[in-house]
């Protein structure tokens, strides 16, 4: 009798289910979803190579360094890189007296406390110093972006769908609002229309405006398109300064194993050669 009851009960749940699929199916066809404006106007990343793709990919550190140099004459103006430390810019080829130049020179000041009065106090960084945020607080960095607050960038590259490539396509992606954009959908007061951004519209105006706004010291002739790609570049090495030692332990312990797996199996084959007959 329980079984009885047990098949009545799951025959029951599983017509229900088919049941619920059907009228769902039913209703996806006769009245489909419609496609919001901003799946429409929204475009996937442009697609961009970097010397570091791939498994045999390394950075570049000329690219690095131009990259550092658009971020620090044109993005730290309002992003924080928080989590990179002065001195992490040795990886990219400054030699321990440039990186010590670039702590005490940078345009904002380390906070800290005045060891006579013990009140709040600024001085020039040194190489321990992480880079500091160019706002007081997020208060101050949302008075001073129309209430948007700049996104820290030490690791924007990895919480953003295939990094490099979105903060590329953003940066170049600014262009003229869409005649067939709906009214509610154009970019109000101190918002930018690109259409690489999730919602469409955003805060931050187009940080590079012309070719040549940053002088590179290698020569590289520093195009908008140049200088996007440059500092994608290093934004990606700020989320991940340990790729090129990832990627070179992995083929180490790769062919470690490949060499293990071709030793062990030789033993196998040494140890029961004459032991098959039994």
């Known amino acids: 009798m329980v079984r009885l009851i047990a098949f009545l009960i799951g025959l029951f749940m599983s017509g229900w289910l088919l049941v619920s699929a059907g009228i769902t199916t039913y209703g996806m066809i006769t009245d489909p979803a419609k496609e919001t404006v901003e799946a429409k106007f929204h475009k996937h990343p442009k697609h961009v190579s ?31 890189a928080k989590l990179v430390s002065f001195r992490d810019l040795s ?41 500091p945020s160019p706002y007081a607080n997020d208060t101050a960095a949302r008075a001073a972006n129309n209430n948007a607050l700049p996104p820290d960038l030490s690791l924007i590259t990895k919480a953003r769908h295939n990094g490099p490539a979105y903060v590329y396509s953003l940066l170049t992606g600014y262009q003229p609002v869409p005649a067939n954009l709906p009214k509610e959908n154009r970019p109000g007061t101190g918002l930018h229309y690109n259409p690489y951004f999730a919602n469409l519209n955003l805060a ?18 520093a195009t908008k398109d140049q200088m996007a790609k440059d500092v994608a570049a ?7 300064p340990k790729m090129n030692a990832r990627k070179a332990a992995g083929w180490v312990s790769l062919i470690f194993l490949l060499i293990f797996t ?17």
């Open 234 to 240: 290093f934004l990606t090495w700020t989320a991940e």
């Open 91 to 131: 990886a990219l080829g400054y030699s321990e007296d440039e990186v010590k130049a670039i702590a005490k020179g940078w345009k904002t000041e380390v906070p800290s406390i005045n060891p006579d009065t013990g009140e709040a106090a600024t001085r020039p960084g040194i190489a321990a110093d992480k880079i």
């Open 50 to 80: 970097f010397k570091h793709d791939g498994l045999f990919g390394k950075y570049d550190k000329q690219q690095l360094q131009r990259g550092f140099k658009v971020f620090t004459e044109v993005c730290s103006a309002c992003h924080s």
């Open 204 to 221: 931050m105006a187009e940080p590079l405006t012309a070719d040549g706004q940053v002088t590179y010291d290698d020569g590289t002739k």
């Open 262 to 278: 071709g030793l062990t199996y030789l033993s196998y084959r040494t140890i029961w050669a004459d032991k098959k007959k039994h």
